[in-house]
């Protein structure tokens, strides 16, 4: 009966302990950047950066795209947006830049990531056309952009379905006007207008290039995508999304080491704490096993009081 007790305490010990470490563990996930821990603008009491004020994605479903749009391609070649919207397969939009230090490079790992568990066919079920909203940028950055994500997707035979493009602002302007995606030019490392404040979203459009649904964020649900693609196909427009955001805002070397410093403190102080409750745990599991065998083993006292009976 005690060694049965004394199983029920360890396990309830267990249990614990099992808590206490899911609870260790989760400020650490909400607090450690990922993705190298790039800093995304300091921030004051309730209040963003007056920058980011004008930096918002305003949904606009069931808005038509411009189609004929002009921009290139990666290949060099003169395009329209029309080109991949054949009127029978939806396609997936992505505004981003090419050469953004932080976020964009999120949404797209993101994008891959859940392109990965759906079970449709980039070029054969859909399209991805990716948009830079740089106008200075060129078709071969745009190439070496498709080639890394091409070969992060690992399937090469779907490059045909990517498209990486670029064009002039009043392209560009009528592709984020219609999309409803605010960005502004801010300050690199160097002092110059060279990047982009700006917030992360995808779009899927129906085959006749009408925005269907919105995802903001750089994390997508496979689930989400998968019937995006099938309601959009169908020509459904879906409903807005809760207006999370997620910013890309002044790269800054001074402060991105500084955020990196704090992400690493507090992954060691929850290590830390981790192996402080792994330790208190052990010795109490330890004392549970001494007083559970000095309890089974039978004492003099025990013995004599069973003779005498």
Known sequence: MNAGRTIRKQ????????????????????????????????????????????????????AQLPLDAPFVDDTGAPVTLGKYFDGKHPAIVSMVYYNCPMLCS???????????????VPGKDFQI???????????QLAAQYKARYVKRYGHPETADGWHFLTGQKPAIDAMTGITGYGYTRVPGPDGTLSQFAHASSIEIATPQGRLAQYYLGVEYSPKDILLGLIDASG???GSPVANILTYCYHY???????????ARVVQLGGMMTVAGLGGFMFLMFRRDLRLGRDHDTPQPDDNDNRRNG
């Open 11 to 62: 396990a309830g010990n267990a249990k614990t302990f099992a808590l206490m470490l899911a609870l260790a563990c989760a400020p650490l996930s909400a607090q450690v950047s990922s993705y190298g821990d790039k800093s995304t603008g300091q921030n004051t009491g309730d209040q963003l950066p007056q920058v980011l004020q004008k930096v918002q994605v305003t949904q606009h479903l069931n």
């Open 106 to 120: 999120e949404e797209m790992d993101g994008l891959v990531s859940a392109l990965l568990m759906v079970h449709l």
């Open 129 to 139: 056309v990716v948009v830079s909203i740089d106008p200075s940028e060129t078709p």
């Open 235 to 237: 020509n459904k427009i």
């Open 252 to 262: 800054d070397p001074q402060i991105n080491k500084h955020s990196l410093m704090v």
